[in-house]
Every structure is written in C-alpha cells, then in structure tokens.
C-alpha cells in the first residue's frame, strides 16, 4: 500500500512540474519538431535515419501544429493577463489608501525595486493582492521580513508623478503619534 502511495505522489509531483513548465516544454518540442520537418534530407542520409523520418513525418507534423498551438496560447494567455493587471493598477493607483501610497512611496524614496517588509503587514498584503507589488524568490529573514519587489512600470509612474504618492508618514499614524506625544509631556 505505501508503494502506491509513493508512486501516486511521484506521478503528481511529474504533472506538477509538467504544468509549472508548460511553456518551456512545448516550445522545446515545437523547436525540435520544426527542425527535424526543415532539416534538409542530406542530414538525415548521413545520419541513417531518412526512413525513419519519412515513416514518422506525420506524427511530427501532428506535434508540431500542437506544441506550436500550446506555445501561442499560452503566450497570448500571459500577456493578456498582463494588460489586465496593468489597466486594474492604473485605475486602482488613484484609489489608494494614505498607508497604501506611504508604502509605495518607500519604494521612490530609496530608489530601488525591491524593498524588505513585514510579512505579517497587512497593507503589503493588500498591495500585493492588488498588484503593485510581488514577493521575491527569497526567503525571509530572521527579523520576518521578505523582499518585494515592485513592477517597474509602476515605479516609473510613482517617479512621474511624485506629489501624489510621496508622503512621510499616513495621517492616521501621525494623529496617533501626536497624541502619544501630548500624552508622555
């Protein structure tokens, strides 16, 4: 029984890969099909395998109009999507909260793409949901902080633009600060 189990779990972690990889794979398949339908006859005479190539020329036709078809679908998928984004965080980037814009602010002020947060902040997690922003390939570090990175596009129109997003602090904190102050004098 565990010898099924291990080798479902294999089996799945294989279509995993398969599917995190989709683009990679049948680009390869399309660029090798193309070339074995291009490569002139010559080739395959010295290589002996002319036969071989005219009894399967069909099945190479088959996979290269599919792998071809797969690399175009998927192509037009991805930056489909990422009009998408990009129109959602144009017209989203006027309605951001103070604590949204002082957090992208950081961004221009240190004038880098990538920028270390909190993982627990909540206002990162909403800029990410949104779209501004993305997780870095690394880890956190021991304080609990992840790198972000901001799009570049993104980053262009905040430098563009700077009155609009560039403030210090959110005025909600500096009310709280203000009080904290009175109170302690």
Do not use: C
């Not at 890969?17 to 390869?28: C, D, E, G, K």
């Amino acid at each position: 029984m565990d010898i099924i189990a291990k080798l479902i779990e294999n089996i799945t972690e294989i279509f995993d890969l398969i599917r995190s990889n989709i683009l990679t794979i049948s680009a390869s398949l399309a660029l090798f099909s193309w070339a074995v339908i291009l490569m002139p006859n010559l080739v395959f005479s010295y290589l002996h395998i002319f036969r071989l190539r005219s009894r399967y020329l069909h099945i190479v036709g088959a996979i290269v109009f599919i792998s071809s078809f797969l690399v175009i679908i998927t192509l037009t998928y991805r930056l489909l999507s990422l009009a998408y984004a990009y129109l959602r965080a144009l017209f989203e980037l006027p309605r951001l909260t103070p604590n949204e814009r002082a957090r992208l602010s950081d961004f221009v002020q240190a004038d880098s793409r990538t920028i270390p947060f909190y993982l627990t902040d909540g206002v990162v997690s909403g800029l990410e949901k949104k779209g501004f922003i993305y997780k870095a390939d690394s880890k956190p570090n021991s304080a609990g902080e992840q790198d972000y990175h901001i799009y570049s596009w993104i980053l262009g129109r905040l430098k563009r633009n700077p009155e609009q997003f560039i403030s210090n602090k959110p005025k909600s904190t500096q009310r709280g600060e203000d009080n904290l102050l009175q109170k302690t004098e």
